[in-house]
């Protein structure tokens, strides 16, 4: 099992910056990637899409509308996972969650975190 907890998240008027913070705990040794998924919250209900990813080896992926503003990153020592959030856009509102993979016996397990809210407006 693993656990996560977000931390981060508010309200920001568009142009402005966030730093949303990922801690996990547990099986934390089965983790192979770490990542923050998005809601939009007119779109509640539908599937949350990818915002930005980071793997054990550090390998990072970002969507595309995303590209350029927001960074992810990782303490490895802190077990935690970082997005650095500029430019903010209106667009970008949504609840953001935390999410981490594992593998154990060759299954693939998926953790999600409580969920922070971001609000981008004037």
């Known amino acids: 099992q693993v656990q996560l907890v977000e931390s981060g998240g508010g309200l920001v008027q568009p142009g402005g910056s966030l730093s949303l913070s990922c801690a996990a705990s547990?099986?934390?040794?089965?983790?192979?990637?770490m990542g923050w998924y998005r809601q939009l919250s007119q779109a509640l209900g539908k599937e949350r899409e990818l915002?930005?990813?980071?793997?054990?080896?550090?390998?990072?992926n970002y969507a595309d509308s995303v590209k350029g503003r927001f960074t992810i990153s990782r303490d490895s020592a802190k077990n935690t996972v970082y997005l650095q959030m500029n430019s903010l856009e209106p667009e970008d509102t949504a609840v953001y969650y935390c999410n981490a993979h594992s593998t154990v016996g060759g299954y693939g397990y998926a953790y999600w975190g409580q969920g922070t809210q971001v609000t981008v407006s004037s």
């Open positions: 547990g099986s934390i040794f089965s983790i192979n990637a």
């Open positions: 915002v930005a990813a980071i793997t054990s080896g550090g390998d990072t």
